[in-house]
């Protein structure tokens, strides 16, 4: 299914959803956002610019393996990439709040 033109966030988040609708693809999704976290914490803490790129390997890297192995659907980042990232982040909030199972 292809990413529609939305018009605002409120529009796209819930086909964001949709396409992670594998609770391991969530799961791949919320491990490498927790390890991109670490990463900008290392970057930050052992003021090292070399943990940024580690942030974005990790982030993606989670993110992709779920859906490319377990969701079979490509990525909404590749259609909306601002979008996605913030959708990513609202899903991992909702993970940690127990709004969205994981």
């Keep these: 299914m292809a990413a529609a033109p939305y018009h605002s966030f409120a529009e796209f988040y819930p086909y964001y959803l949709a ?5 391991i693809c969530r799961r791949a999704h919320f491990v490498g956002t927790t390890a ?3 990463c900008l914490a290392a970057a930050a803490l052992g003021r090292n610019a070399w943990w940024l790129p580690a942030a974005l390997v990790c982030g993606y890297g989670g993110a992709w393996i779920g859906h490319f192995f377990y969701e079979k659907n490509r990525p909404a980042s590749f259609g909306n990439p601002w979008w996605s990232f ?3 982040w609202l899903m991992y ?3 940690v709040t127990g709004k969205l199972s994981w």
């Design 36 to 38: 991109a976290i670490a």
């Design 19 to 23: 396409q992670h609708g594998h609770r």
């Design 93 to 95: 909030w909702q993970m």
């Design 86 to 88: 913030r959708g990513d």
